[in-house]
């Protein structure tokens, strides 16, 4: 089973940028970011094929870069002009396809806070 750890986050006010990454144990063609915040359902940001093409949610689009580094199985999340929607748990994830939908992912980290405070 792939197991996958994130790091980075913390808080920042509106407008700042703070990046987020994530090691997983084995290499998947698809890695995905997604968040979560309180009371509302897990939503997509950004997911990354293995030859690098991104795929953002609209939500996001312009304000952030993913990207991945297959040689350290590796997946990394630059966020900017963060907003205090932003604000959420942020999960990498492990999958087959290049898709926002959380269905479509079969290994998950245990999460890491981003809070943007206005």
């Known amino acids: 089973q792939v197991h996958l750890v994130e790091s980075g986050g913390g808080s920042v006010e509106v407008g700042g940028s703070l990046n987020v990454s994530c090691v997983q144990s084995?290499?998947?063609?698809?890695m995905a970011w997604f968040r979560q915040a309180p009371g509302k359902e897990r939503e997509g940001v950004a997911v990354?094929?293995?030859?690098?093409?991104?795929l953002y949610s609209r939500s996001v689009r312009g304000r952030f870069t993913v990207a991945r580094d297959n040689f350290k199985n590796s997946l990394y999340l630059e966020m900017n002009r963060l907003k205090p929607e932003d604000t959420a748990v942020y999960y990498c994830?492990?999958?087959?396809?290049?898709?926002?939908?959380?269905?479509?992912?079969?290994?998950w980290g245990q999460g890491t806070q981003v809070t943007v405070s206005s």
């Open positions: 084995e290499y998947t063609s698809h």
């Open positions: 994830a492990a999958g087959w396809a290049f898709s926002l939908n959380p269905d479509n992912f079969h290994a």
């Open positions: 990354i094929g293995g030859g690098g093409n991104p």
